[in-house]
């Protein structure tokens, strides 16, 4: 899932008791995070590492402890647009308790503009259509979903305990209430040998549910690769920058996308790519095909810049 580990911006306006460490997408920057869950109910994916530490076991936060967090902040003065509610699990919580929280929300900061969640497509499963539009009436517009591939084989690999189905229905689901989703895709998830297929699945999954958003991210393996590849029986090679421009220029020739904001910029990408599809599908595979057949002709991030 896309995410950045910096202490949340409200944070230094304001003491919050939050369970560190705390992520959140990159596009929620300058949002308040509201922290209604500790860490992640599935916690199992060997790509994540960041609910692993003891301190993240999960855990739903009180109703008491998330009112008074948000009294506490509008007693402050403190003037907020955008909630992004944390931790990675958010949805896991039900219906009625996810209204409740929208609900104190617009009691202490009628003017919010925007509530915000990562989903887990399997957290959905519970909710109908009604219950998520009564929802994004109260203020949940967008969730971020970490589908990571469209590929079946390659997400039993890695433990996500999802699959192209689980997670087309959940933004099929999502689109039908009214709300909006921000999709992830890990590049370089299967590796040499699953490469294409990965690519390819992936996007026939975006091409079948139209998000509003779509992000690509480099997988990575801060904590060492040795879980990962246990997943694979040990037949994953990771892709070298080559392979993932490669793996992008099979994706984005695959997509037929009729509106969705693209970015490929996040700190783990050595190629950044932005536009909306399709409209700029032509200019961002010349970028790749320059980046892989014209070496130093396409503005590449350095190593020592590329993070998590």
Same mark, same amino acid.
């Not at 003891?54 to 902040?73: D, G, S, T, Y």
């Given at each position: ?63 008491? $402890?998330?009112?008074? /967090? @948000? &009294? ?7 003037? +907020? ?5 944390? #931790? ?41 259509? $009604?219950?998520?539009? /009564? @929802? &994004? ?7 971020? +979903? ?5 590929? #079946? ?46 690519? @390819? ?108």
């Amino acid at each position: 899932m896309s995410n950045t580990r910096k202490r949340p911006y409200y944070h230094l306006m304001i003491h919050l008791p939050y369970v560190e460490p705390v992520f959140r997408p990159p596009s929620e920057a300058h949002s308040l995070i509201l922290q209604v869950t500790n860490g992640c109910s599935w916690n199992r994916c060997t790509f994540c590492e960041m609910y692993t530490q003891p301190q993240k076991k999960f855990r739903l936060k009180p109703q008491e $402890e998330i009112e008074q /967090e @948000l &009294e506490a902040i509008a007693e402050a003065g403190v003037p +907020v647009r955008r909630i992004f509610l944390a #931790d990675g699990d958010a949805m896991a919580l039900s219906f009625r308790r996810l209204k409740e929280i929208l609900l104190a929300i617009h009691r202490y900061f009628p003017g919010v503009q925007r509530v915000s969640s990562y989903c887990l497509p399997r957290n959905l499963k519970s909710k109908t259509v $009604e219950e998520l539009a /009564e @929802l &994004e009436e109260a203020g949940l517009r967008l969730f971020y +979903v970490g589908c990571e591939s469209g590929d #079946d084989l390659v997400l039993e690999r890695v433990n996500k305990g999802e699959s192209f189905d689980t997670s087309l229905a959940a933004l099929r689901k999502i689109k039908a209430a009214g709300s909006k989703s921000s999709v992830m895709i890990l590049n370089g998830m299967g590796g040499k040998r699953y490469s294409r297929q990965h690519a @390819l699945n992936s996007a026939r999954l975006m091409n079948e549910a139209q998000p509003e958003y779509l992000s690509t991210l480099v997988v990575s393996f801060p904590a060492g690769v040795d879980r990962y590849q246990a997943g694979f029986g040990g037949e994953f090679e990771p892709l070298d920058q080559a392979g993932l421009f490669r793996e992008m220029s099979w994706l984005l020739e695959a997509l037929e996308l009729e509106n969705t904001i693209f970015r490929s910029d996040h700190a783990s990408n050595y190629l950044v790519l932005k536009g909306t599809l399709g409209r700029d599908k032509p200019r961002l595979l010349q970028t790749v095909r320059d980046a892989l057949e014209r070496p130093g002709a396409v503005n590449l991030r350095p190593e020592w810049m590329r993070g998590l």
